[in-house]
C-alpha cells in the first residue's frame, strides 16, 4: 500500500510555470506506475500524464504536451509535475495516483491509490 501526498499548487498567472511533487510512503514506490490527473470544477477527472517505474516511458494528454514533463526521483519516492506555459484552462485540482503494476493506464479507473489533490490556478 501507499499513501500519496502532493505540493505545489498554486496561482500563476497565464504563460507562468509551477512544479507539482508528489511524495509517496512505502519502501516499493518504484514498483507503481504513477499518475497525474486534474478535475475542473463541473468536469469529470481527467489524465494528464503518467510514467512507467523507470522512467523510461511517459504518457501526455494531447492538451498539454509540450508543456508539461513528468519525472520521478524512486530514491526520493517523489513523482514530479513541471508545468510551463500555463493557461487558464489547465486551472484545476491536480490529483497524484499510482498504481502497482508496470504499465501507466490513462483510466482514472486503473489507478488504486490516490494523493488529496492541491489546486493550481492559472489567471488570464
Known amino acids: 500500500q501507499v499513501q500519496l501526498v502532493e505540493s505545489g499548487g498554486g496561482l500563476v498567472q497565464a504563460g507562468g510555470s509551477l512544479r507539482l511533487s508528489c511524495a509517496a510512503s512505502?519502501?516499493?514506490?518504484?514498483?507503481?506506475?504513477m499518475g497525474w490527473f486534474r478535475q475542473a470544477p463541473g468536469k469529470e477527472r481527467e489524465f494528464v500524464s503518467a510514467?512507467?517505474?523507470?522512467?523510461?516511458?511517459?504518457y501526455y494528454a494531447d492538451s498539454v504536451k509540450g508543456r508539461f514533463t513528468i519525472s520521478r526521483d524512486n530514491a526520493k519516492n517523489t513523482v514530479y509535475l513541471q508545468m510551463n506555459s500555463l493557461k487558464p484552462e489547465d486551472t484545476a485540482v491536480y490529483y497524484c495516483?499510482?498504481?502497482?503494476?508496470?504499465?501507466?493506464?490513462?483510466?482514472?479507473?486503473?489507478?488504486?491509490?490516490w494523493g488529496q489533490g492541491t489546486q493550481v490556478t492559472v489567471s488570464s
Open positions: 495516483a499510482a498504481e502497482y503494476t508496470t504499465m501507466p493506464s490513462l483510466s482514472r479507473y486503473e489507478y488504486s491509490y
Open positions: 512505502g519502501r516499493t514506490f518504484s514498483r507503481y506506475v
Open positions: 510514467i512507467n517505474w523507470s522512467g523510461g516511458s511517459t
